[in-house]
């Protein structure tokens, strides 16, 4: 093709060999790379490209366009790439090139090596980020996984979306195939709950007796559902959705299910409604807002959401709480009463702190971390929804519950456990699907004086930016993909 025909930062595709192929150029450089993302096969000819990386709209991965890795996840895997030659105003994307080589570990600005063991307590997006980052990386030292989960780490977002509907088998519900941990020597303790850190020991102790030594450690212990003590309810009664199991529990119930009461509107009770209604189960929400998502996205992208259930047949019951359950029958804080011969509670989560605490570590209502995400000991970090970090973005110290950032925060912990010293910059993303609709969410607004509508809401197709004193500090999108990649790439701009 000629160089005319693509602007600076434009994305083409094409084929070379059989395969898809993205032709991207910036600035007077062109790359070929392959079209698909690692993660869920994301068109990256839709993406944006920011400095010398691709980003992909559906969640965000950053991909470097030199090399085809996967800088930032959710997408682990590499790219491939081609090789490009320019001949007078001429492009020609020519033979695949040979996947990048083994990394070899980086040397410290300080000289210092690298630990002789890593323990990461936790098997979920945090503690694969890590441990995935540090093998990339060329570390080949003791590499520990421990993981109170009964399955190798899991995609936990799908739990909710296509695995609670049955779209999602077991064997897809997995981050890496079983032999991955054996090839990479991460040595994966399932099962197996940590009970207590001695940090000056630098070891850990399990539950089962047996105990840990480290010379580096990250905490990844994720964040645990809130429970409800409800009157007249049996544990057995009431399901909650964090955990593998939780969500093999919940499809054995709905597999006889016909009425569902899910009390919580938030992201996950939510989502949760929306796979059980595809199922066919009639769905009622118990919550004490007054508009679902009200408090994270406002009651614009609020009142549509619920409109949205609705039209699928959710019935609200806002402002409202259960007050007691009694065999199938739940009554409410008004008095009335419904019938659910499922009951799902999703009412939020709290950081699962436990271990730091009795260890003596800073928390705040998370694990304390610096930009570097390390904790107020030296050579343990922590990552993921237990920690509170430094947003540069917001100028605040903040914990979130989002994928995208856990993942992240493990990759980086991991460059740091390695002596690196770089700073976790990265502005959070979470998404959402309800139905067929997905929402995007960039930075982090806990507090905001206004908020702008660009596009139709009810249309579904539009970006919503939350303002304080004039700046924009998140933006939530639907339908407008580059829109979220453009706003996050804005974000990362203005830092500092
Ligand atoms: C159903 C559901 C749907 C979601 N959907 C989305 C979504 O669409 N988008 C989004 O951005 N986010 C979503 N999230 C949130 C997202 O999954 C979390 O933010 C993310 O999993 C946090 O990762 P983490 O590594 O910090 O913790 P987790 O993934 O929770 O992992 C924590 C790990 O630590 C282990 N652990 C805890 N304590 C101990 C201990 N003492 N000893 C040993 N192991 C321990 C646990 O067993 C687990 O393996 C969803 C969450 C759920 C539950
Ligand atoms: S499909 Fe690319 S980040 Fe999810």
Request: net charge negative; glycine share 10%; aromatic share 6%.
């Amino acid at each position: 093709m000629s160089v005319r025909d693509l602007a600076d930062g434009g994305i083409t595709v094409g084929q070379a060999g059989g395969e898809d192929v993205v032709l991207v150029r910036r600035g007077e450089a062109f790359f070929a790379v392959g079209a698909n993302c690692t993660h869920y096969h994301g068109a990256l000819s839709q993406g944006l490209v920011v400095g010398d990386t691709l980003r992909c709209p559906l969640h965000h991965a950053c991909i470097s366009l030199h090399s085809g890795e996967t800088m930032r996840a959710p997408a682990f895997d590499s790219i491939p790439r081609w090789r490009v030659e320019r001949i007078d105003d001429k492009i020609f994307v020519r033979e695949k090139l040979p996947e990048p080589g083994r990394k070899q570990l980086r040397s410290t600005t300080d000289g210092r090596k690298p630990p002789a063991s890593v323990v990461i307590i936790g098997g979920g997006a945090a503690a694969l980020g890590a441990a995935e980052m540090l093998r990339r990386e060329g570390y080949d030292g003791r590499l520990t996984m421990i993981s109170a989960d009964d399955w190798p780490p899991y995609d936990r977002p799908n739990l909710s979306k296509d695995f609670l509907v049955g779209a999602a088998p077991d064997d897809w519900m997995r981050l890496r195939l079983p032999e991955y941990y054996r090839e990479q020597n991460i040595d994966l303790v399932l099962n197996s709950r940590v009970s207590a850190l001695d940090i000056p020991a630098k070891r850990v102790h399990l539950e089962n007796g047996e105990t840990y030594g480290f010379e580096a450690l990250l905490i990844a212990t994720g964040a645990e559902p809130v429970r409800l003590k409800i009157d007249g309810a049996t544990d057995s009664q009431i399901h909650y959705l964090r955990t593998f199991a939780d969500a093999r529990a919940i499809v054995s119930q709905a597999a006889s299910a016909k009425r569902a009461a899910v009390v919580g509107a938030s992201f996950i009770g939510l989502e949760v409604a929306a796979s059980l209604r595809t199922l066919g189960i009639a769905v009622d929400v118990i919550a004490p807002e007054k508009q679902p998502l009200e408090r994270v996205m406002g009651p614009e992208i609020g009142g549509m959401i619920r409109g949205l259930h609705e039209a699928h047949g959710v019935r609200f019951h806002l402002g409202e709480t259960v007050k007691r359950i009694d065999a199938n029958t739940l009554t409410l804080t008004s008095g009335a009463t419904l019938e659910a011969d499922l009951v799902v509670l999703g009412v939020g989560v709290s950081p699962s702190l436990s271990l730091a605490e009795q260890a003596g570590l800073a928390t705040d209502r998370g694990i304390v971390v610096n930009e570097y995400l390390e904790t107020s000991a030296a050579g343990v970090f922590a990552a993921g929804d237990v920690a509170r970090w430094p947003d540069p973005h917001s100028g605040e110290r903040i914990r979130v519950e989002h994928w995208v950032v856990a993942e992240r925060q493990g990759q980086m912990a991991a460059k740091n456990i390695l002596g690196y010293r770089e700073r976790f910059d990265a502005v959070p993303f979470f998404w959402s699907q309800h139905y067929d609709l997905a929402i995007n969410y960039v930075g982090h607004a806990e507090r905001w004086d206004s908020t702008e509508i660009d596009g139709d809401l009810n249309a579904r197709d539009c970006a919503v930016s939350y303002k304080r004193g004039g700046r924009t500090l998140a933006v939530a999108t639907i339908s407008r993909d580059q829109k979220s990649l453009e706003a996050e790439a804005a974000m990362e701009a203005q830092k500092g």
